[in-house]
């Protein structure tokens, strides 16, 4: 109830004007920021599962299901 409230009176005044879309911009750019950090998590997770099935540590059913759980998470 208070944030559209806020907001409207933010649009209302030419101040709004500027606030509001830099206030999406930055937020625009740690939700890339934040995407580009777990993407780079899920790389080194995924190739440590590939050194793993490549060593004999792990079987390719193994690998798969892992595989698998790994981009579940990073798409939930």
């Known amino acids: 109830m208070v ?3 806020i907001l409207s009176n933010l649009i209302l005044t030419p101040f709004g004007w500027v606030l509001v879309p830099l206030v999406v911009a930055i937020g625009f ?3 890339r920021y934040f995407r580009r ?4 998590k899920l790389k080194v997770k995924l190739n440590e599962l ?4 490549d060593v004999g540590e792990i079987t390719q059913g193994e690998f798969e299901i892992s595989k698998n759980n790994l981009l579940a998470d ?3």
């Open 3 to 5: 944030i559209p409230w």
């Open 29 to 31: 750019s740690f939700r």
């Open 37 to 40: 950090d777990k993407l780079e």
């Open 50 to 53: 590939e050194r793993q099935r």
């Open 74 to 76: 990073f798409f939930d």
